[in-house]
């Protein structure tokens, strides 16, 4: 289990879950503010495997690619 913060919204978060193909769960967990931007508290549960393939394909998304 691993929780992220990340201004992206849990419904691109979801399509980007779908798209790895990873077997990973989102949670919801709520909303904090850091230096002005407003971060959703995201609960990613699943294997150390599983997670990382989410993970990879998060930061190819945010990355352009």
């Known amino acids: 289990m ?3 913060e990340t201004p992206i919204p849990l419904s ?4 980007i879950r779908e798209k790895s193909g990873a077997e990973v769960k989102l949670a919801f967990l ?3 503010e850091r230096n ?3 971060l959703n508290r995201v609960l990613v549960e699943g294997s150390p495997e599983e997670i990382e393939r989410f993970m990879e394909k ?3 998304a945010r990355a352009g690619g």
């Open 12 to 15: 691109e978060l979801e399509e």
């Open 36 to 38: 002005g931007i407003t």
């Open 58 to 60: 998060l930061r190819l």
């Open 30 to 32: 709520g909303k904090i």
């Open 2 to 4: 691993r929780i992220v």
